[in-house]
C-alpha cells in the first residue's frame, strides 16, 4: 500500500499559490459558507447529511420535512420503526442503509452524548454513516471549526484543476489541508462547491459551452472534461 507521502509526491511548489488563487476568485463570487440543507438544529442537521450520500441537497430537503416534523430530537428517532423511517425517506434512494444509519446514530447520540453532537471530529467519525464528509461539515457549521468538506462537487473540480491527481476524497482534503491556511478551509469548501454544483458541472461543465464563462478558465488543464 502506498503511503500518503509517495501519494503526494506529484505536487508541483505552485499548489499552495493555485488553491489560494482559487480561494481569492471564488470567495467573492460564492461568499455563503453555509449547507443548502435545511435544517434547526445539528441534530438535524447532522441526519440530513447523512440522508444526502448519494443524492442531492434538494432531494433530501423534501423527506426532511416530514422526518424531523415527526422526529425532531435524537431520542425520538431511536425510537423511531425502522419501516415508518424507510417510507418518509423511500425517495433519497439506499433507503434501507440510510434508514438504519439515522435510527443507529441517533441511539448513539442517546447514549453516548445527551442527544447531543459529538464535541470532536474523532468521535463524530464513530456514529453510523458519518464519513469524513460529514463530520467536517457539521464541525465546521455547529462547533465552528474550520473544515475541509470534500463532496463529489469539490472533487471534481479539484481532480480537474490538477490539484489532486484522482478521485480520492481523503488526498483531496489532505493536500488542501497542506497548502491552505487553516482559517480559509470552510469558506474554500463551499465556495469550491458552489462552483461545481452551478459551473464546473459533472456533465456539462461552462467551458464546453458556448456562451458561459468559467472564473477559473486561465488556471484550469480541464482534466477529464468530456468535450
Not at 488553491?19 to 447532522?46: G, K, M
Not at 463530520?135 to 469539490?154: F, K, M, R
Not at 482534503?173 to 491556511?181: C, F, G, H
Request: net charge neutral; glycine share 6%.
Amino acid at each position: 500500500m502506498k503511503s500518503e507521502a509517495s501519494e503526494m509526491r506529484w505536487m508541483s511548489t505552485s499548489t499552495a499559490t493555485l488553491l489560494e488563487e482559487v480561494y481569492r476568485r471564488l470567495t467573492p463570487l460564492w461568499p455563503d459558507a453555509h449547507p443548502l440543507l435545511h435544517y434547526h438544529s445539528c441534530f438535524e442537521l447532522l441526519i440530513a447529511v447523512i440522508l444526502s450520500a448519494q443524492t442531492t441537497d434538494e432531494q433530501v430537503n423534501m423527506v426532511t420535512e416530514e422526518l424531523f416534523g415527526r422526529f425532531p430530537t435524537a431520542g425520538k428517532l431511536a425510537l423511531a420503526d425502522i419501516a415508518e423511517i424507510e417510507r418518509i425517506i423511500h425517495p433519497v434512494g439506499f433507503f434501507h442503509v440510510k434508514a438504519r444509519h439515522i435510527i443507529d446514530t441517533a441511539k448513539a447520540l442517546e447514549e453516548r452524548f445527551g442527544g447531543n453532537i459529538p464535541p470532536t471530529l474523532e468521535e463524530m467519525l464513530e456514529l453510523p454513516g458519518v464519513g469524513r464528509k460529514t463530520a467536517n461539515l457539521v464541525a465546521s457549521a455547529c462547533h465552528e471549526v474550520p473544515g475541509i468538506i470534500v463532496d463529489t462537487h469539490v472533487l471534481r473540480v479539484l481532480v480537474r484543476l490538477g490539484v489532486c491527481p484522482k478521485k480520492d476524497a481523503a488526498l483531496a482534503e489532505s493536500i488542501v489541508r497542506a497548502n491552505l491556511s487553516h482559517e480559509k478551509h470552510t469558506q474554500f469548501s463551499y465556495s469550491v462547491n458552489r462552483h461545481g454544483k452551478f459551473t464546473c458541472t459533472a456533465r456539462k461543465p461552462a467551458c464546453t459551452q458556448a456562451g458561459r464563462s468559467c472564473p477559473l478558465s486561465d488556471l484550469c488543464p480541464q482534466i477529464g472534461v468530456k468535450r
